[in-house]
């Protein structure tokens, strides 16, 4: 089975006692991607690091809508340089959380604004996350998607909505901006019934699979850290939802981040 983790924060402390092992553990099971994001300058520096490192993990660097407080020009000029370096291949974590407001918002807007115009310099894609943001978030994705033309100018989406918590209308709207929907592993949680209506009703080239690593592990593993190789159980459960064989879906999810990405496939072990 061909897998792709679209979103994990291997860099965290979280993974400092056996990172190389989680990575070997994603391999194990057919993971031959992973995307590795920054939510700051050192944690976009360090994802930069994993992807020298590891075969098959890719960077991402950006500001997390959190640490908007804590960006001034000269922070905000170096993930710029950043989001230009070859090895980076996504500006993210992006976007706008006004649940826990850990930012004033009118601090996070300024920042998601500001990469935005970063990822259409660099043609770059972007993740976005969107937490109880949706009113202000869809408006700025639609203003754009329009200055884009709903595509970077090679022809690629213009990037993922992560941690995807929208309705299937939702959804639709934003694949016809030219975005991708990632599914997490929550869809796996009994009571995630929207989540399950997404993954179920649209269409597969609109997918992408992710973990959000060392953060919300399926529902086999609930109350433990996440890590990539678990992304194989969100894939299990979209093709049960959809009728589908496993491997079709993370055939085609896979094909789909890979595209986003701009990406080659790693050599890895494969599973059945």
Request: proline fraction near 6%.
């Amino acid at each position: 089975m061909r897998l792709f983790d679209s979103h994990a924060h291997l860099q965290l402390k979280e993974f400092d006692a056996d990172r190389d092992a989680v990575v070997a553990r994603a391999r194990a099971v057919g993971v031959e991607g992973m995307l590795v994001l920054g939510v700051d300058v050192p944690t976009s520096e360090q994802a930069i690091a994993l992807a020298e490192q590891h075969a098959g993990v890719y960077a991402a660097a950006g500001c997390h809508p959190h640490d908007a407080r804590l960006m001034d020009e000269a922070s905000l000029a170096r993930l710029a340089e950043l989001a230009h370096d070859p090895r980076v291949v996504a500006v993210g974590e992006i976007g706008l959380d006004f649940y826990r407001n850990l930012s004033p918002r009118e601090q996070q807007i300024a920042v998601f604004a500001r990469q935005l115009d970063v990822a259409a310099e660099a043609s770059k894609p972007v993740a976005v996350h969107c937490r109880d943001a949706e009113d202000t978030v869809y408006p700025m994705i639609e203003a754009w998607s329009r200055r884009m033309r709903g595509r970077l100018p090679d022809g690629r989406p213009l990037g993922v909505m992560h941690y995807f918590s929208g309705d299937s209308d939702l959804a639709r709207r934003y694949v016809e901006l030219g975005f991708a929907i990632s599914v997490h592993c929550s869809v796996t949680y009994p009571k995630n019934g929207r989540l399950q209506a997404v993954a179920r009703e649209l269409p597969l080239d609109a997918l992408v699979v992710e973990t959000d690593s060392p953060y919300g592990p399926p529902q086999s593993r609930r109350g433990q850290r996440n890590e990539p190789a678990y992304v194989r159980e969100a894939v299990e459960e979209i093709a049960q939802l959809r009728g589908e064989r496993p491997e079709t879906v993370a055939g085609a999810t896979t094909d789909n981040a890979m595209r986003l990405f701009s990406v080659a496939a790693a050599v890895t072990p494969r599973s059945a």
